[in-house]
């Protein structure tokens, strides 16, 4: 009844007050903020860094967006405008400080105006900015548009503002205000038209029953349809159960080899998978090839015109393993759900065939694990070795999948070829858990044999009181990237990891430093021991403190001394110390025909010195490497330096300047002398020889010891 009402409302809302999305072929990408479609944003990118955007209410007063460091109002860049009765335009540049009060006129506008119009009730307002900041901008009042997730925050009122009094905007109200993370940099990709012949079937769940717990993860393996011919899959779509936008968080779907099936798939082949010794699926199936992912907030994936995913027929995909993974907070016990995902198909093949890369971090809560208390970034990395199996001539990457959990603060896919860095694949600066979405690049990428590929994910552990481990929770870590491409290679999955010797050095040592311990208990005969390392060292049960690893906290009262001096400084030696420098990564093919490839190795052996790519549009220094830098105490030593002696050069110029003339005087003066002097006495003695019938004999003067003369080639120097 509540949601018939719903929908009547909405449609006496759009009878009475006229037609939403009417801007829609004038931008590349829009989206509704709101949830009953009352405001809607446009976009589109411009030459020049220029952003063209579009802000679109259904109101007569004044609608705003803005760009959010966090999706509140505090400290954000507000863009507000209306249209008066008349038809003119008013469009303000403004911004807020710490507090909620009504934004600010901004000292400097940086808006251009293009148009507005106010038809059947819907205020519509475009306008112009930049995408970056303005280098000489030192305000601090504007936000530049983030690559990847924008927070977006709008707000509307029924009143128009009053150009002449900056305090004129009314209060918008609880109800006419809200907050979205959008994708303004990369946009959410563009619709393909399908083949006139394609098909579609689904793979869904079948009435599960969410668990009450605030993370679960379900598999379900499926059969595929059978083809006795190869079918191309073109576009994916969610299928997201209504009523449940709000628990079903993400979604994957991965190519299941034909012998890892036991027996005969049905229905009922649906399970928690977070134990693979007692579920159905196989564990094998998982560790195939990923060949689609989707998270809350992204919409249907299309593949490019000139390539598809093969299935059924002569390819390898007859099965498909789907895994959902439910977020849960509130712990709810009465949701059933039944989503999944809507496969389209076409038996006209194109011209390649899609497969999906993995890179990043390996998955393992022994060799990625994020210490409480502090902002830090984890870097997976892969190889030159791994990717020298690609294909000659390469492979084309036309999208990508970055993914992380409720710790992920930021994340880039960075591309490295011959020492040189090229543009990353996709940075996301304000990365949501609540809004992940496949990107599709703006440019098609070449991936070539050798290229060398770093995930860098930025976490934020600042709320947290324990080790942050890799798993599959929400609470857990991943730092994952995807990356579609066509044709599809051998090669599939590529990973790094601490290596467990730098890892259990790293324990051992921030244990004797006091920055961890463990705080167990033992009950025996009704009387309770407790235990830390210490106990255990003792009385010999463990030989060093790293036999607990994070892994085992939980078990054991382990805790992490967030609070003591240097304990965020110690966690960031995995990537400034050759002691705990170690990783091992780890590559395989998407069917693993030739096992995998698994060494210890470092960062500075797999890359060395590079020179890195330039993302600040202000410019970067001419020299920027991977070099390790200095402490930040001695840059700060040697720039003071620096300045002081160029000040000094400068104060004294004039007199140095002065002196340096007068001490040229003076040696010339003597040298003149000199050659007077010289050439008298050179006078007098040829006289005398020539007087005595005696002559100067030419010659060379030789050196007695032979190592005086360096023979070609050779150097003197010792």
């Not at 600010?104 to 112009?128: C, K, M, P, S, V």
Request: net charge negative; charged share 25%; hydrophobic share 35%.
């Amino acid at each position: 009844m509540v949601f018939l009402v719903s929908q009547l409302v909405m449609a006496f809302l759009v009878a009475v007050s006229g037609q939403m999305g009417s801007w829609n072929d004038d931008f590349e990408f829009s989206t509704y903020l709101e949830e009953n479609h009352q405001f809607r944003l446009y976009w589109s990118h411009l030459d020049d860094d220029v952003i063209d955007i579009g802000m679109e209410a259904n109101t007569t007063g004044w609608i705003a967006v803005g760009l959010s460091p966090n999706g509140g109002m505090e400290n954000s860049d507000i863009m507000l405008g209306w249209v008066d009765d008349d038809g003119s335009v008013t469009l303000q540049d403004r911004y807020t400080g710490d507090s909620m009060s009504t934004p600010a006129l901004d000292d400097e506008d940086h808006l251009t105006l293009i148009e507005g119009e106010q038809e059947d009730g819907i205020t519509r307002i475009r306008f112009q900015r930049t995408r970056t900041l303005d280098c000489d901008d030192t305000s601090g009042h504007d936000m530049a548009v983030a690559q990847g997730t924008s927070r977006v925050i709008y707000a509307w009122n029924d009143d128009d503002g009053d150009a002449d009094d900056a305090d004129s905007i009314n209060y918008h109200g609880a109800n006419q205000r809200g907050s979205q993370s959008v994708n303004l940099w990369y946009g959410e990709g563009d619709a393909v038209d399908l083949e006139d012949d394609v098909d579609y079937f689904d793979l869904t769940l079948t009435n599960w029953s969410v668990s009450s717990n605030e993370t679960t993860y379900i598999c379900k393996i499926f059969e595929l349809p059978s083809f006795d011919d190869t079918q191309h899959a073109v576009m994916f779509e969610p299928l997201i159960e209504d009523g449940n936008e709000g628990t079903v968080h993400h979604a994957l779907m991965y190519l299941c080899p034909e012998d890892s099936i036991n027996g005969t798939i049905n229905d009922t082949h649906q399970e928690v998978c977070d134990e693979f010794d007692t579920n159905m699926p196989h564990p094998d199936c998982r560790d195939s090839s990923l060949q689609w992912a989707w998270a809350v907030g992204g919409g249907s994936h299309y593949f490019p015109e000139e390539a598809g995913l093969p299935l059924s027929g002569d390819s390898q995909f007859h099965y498909a393993f789907l895994e959902v993974h439910y977020d849960n907070p509130e712990r709810r016990s009465d949701i059933v759900d039944s989503s999944g995902i809507r496969v389209w198909y076409t038996p006209t093949l194109r011209e390649n065939d899609v497969a999906v890369l993995w890179f990043g971090a390996r998955v393992s809560p022994s060799g990625q694990f994020m210490v409480p208390g502090t902002i830090t970034t984890y870097t997976g990395f892969c190889s030159a070795e791994c990717t020298e199996t690609l294909p000659s001539d390469g492979v084309t990457a036309f999208a990508s999948f970055l993914h992380a959990h409720t710790a992920g603060y930021a994340i880039s896919l960075r591309h490295v070829r011959d020492g040189v860095e090229l543009e990353p694949l996709e940075i996301n600066e304000h990365y949501d858990f609540d809004y992940q979405q496949t990107t599709t690049l703006n440019e098609t990428v070449d991936l070539l044999p050798g290229d060398r590929f770093i995930v860098e994910c930025t976490y934020d552990t600042t709320d947290r009181d324990e080790m942050v481990l890799a798993g599959l929770g929400s609470r857990e870590e991943m730092c994952v990237a995807f990356v579609y491409v066509y044709p599809a290679p051998d090669f599939y999955y590529c990973t790094s990891t601490f290596e467990p010797a730098a890892a259990n050095q790293w324990l051992d040592d921030a244990y004797y430093e006091g920055y961890w311990d463990i705080n167990g208990s033992h009950t025996i005969n009704n009387t309770v021991y407790n235990y830390n390392i210490e106990t255990l060292m003792t009385y010999s049960q463990i030989d060093r403190p790293s036999e607990y690893p994070p892994v085992l906290w939980k078990y054991v009262g382990g805790y992490w001394n967030s609070e003591m001096e240097g304990a965020a400084e110690f966690y960031e030696r995995f990537w400034n110390n050759d002691t705990y420098s170690g990783r091992t990564t780890l590559c395989m093919d998407s069917v693993r025909s030739f096992g995998l490839l698994q060494k210890n190795t470092t960062f500075e052996e797999e890359f060395g010195e590079f020179e890195e790519y330039c993302t600040d549009s202000c410019g970067c220094e001419e020299s920027s490497t991977t070099e390790e830098p200095e402490s930040e105490d001695t840059d700060s030593e040697d720039t003071d330096s620096e300045d002081t002696e160029e000040s000094t050069l400068d104060d004294d110029d004039e007199d140095n300047g002065m002196l340096i003339a007068v001490i040229v005087l003076v040696v010339v003066l003597v040298i003149a002398i000199g050659v007077i002097v010289y050439l008298v006495m050179r006078n007098m003695k040829l006289e005398k020889a020539v007087g005595s019938g005696t002559g100067l004999e030419k010659g060379l003067h030789v050196p007695q010891s032979s190592e005086a003369i360096p023979e070609a080639g050779t150097s003197t120097k010792k």
